[in-house]
């Protein structure tokens, strides 16, 4: 069982940038073999795909939505995962969920196995 912790969440202003972090509850964890994603959902819509990372070979991946403003990124050595959020909108205010599974179909499908509690991200304009 993997337990995924979030963190960064807050309230920015449009135009900003803001990096959440993922870890795992128990920092021995190994993230080894996963796929790591990012999702959000705001009120009244469905859970969105935002990003997603191979952990053994750090590729990234992104839906057309985001591409060229979100970025994810993986830190073996402090075994986490990252999403950096630049140029900010009012509609990515929204939870933002962590999430692991060893498939990528998974993550891109919105399935994964394992998901955080989730952080709030607050864009006003």
């Known amino acids: 069982q993997v337990q995924l912790v979030e963190s960064g969440g807050g309230l920015v202003q449009a135009g900003g940038s803001l990096t959440l972090s993922c870890a795992a509850s128990e920092r021995t964890f190994a993230f080894f073999n996963y796929n790591m994603g990012w999702f959000r959902q705001a009120p009244g819509t469905e859970r969105e795909f935002v990003a997603g990372i191979s952990w053994n070979i750090g590729l990234p991946y992104y839906p057309d939505s985001v591409k060229g403003r979100f970025i994810i990124s993986r830190d073996k050595a402090k075994n986490t995962v990252s999403l950096q959020m630049n140029s900010l909108k009012p509609e990515d205010t929204a939870t933002y969920y962590c999430?692991?599974?060893?498939?990528?179909?998974?993550?891109?499908?919105?399935?994964?196995?394992?998901w955080g509690q989730g952080t709030q991200v607050t864009v006003s304009s």
């Open positions: 999430a692991a599974d060893f498939s990528r179909t998974a993550v891109v499908n919105k399935r994964p196995a394992f």
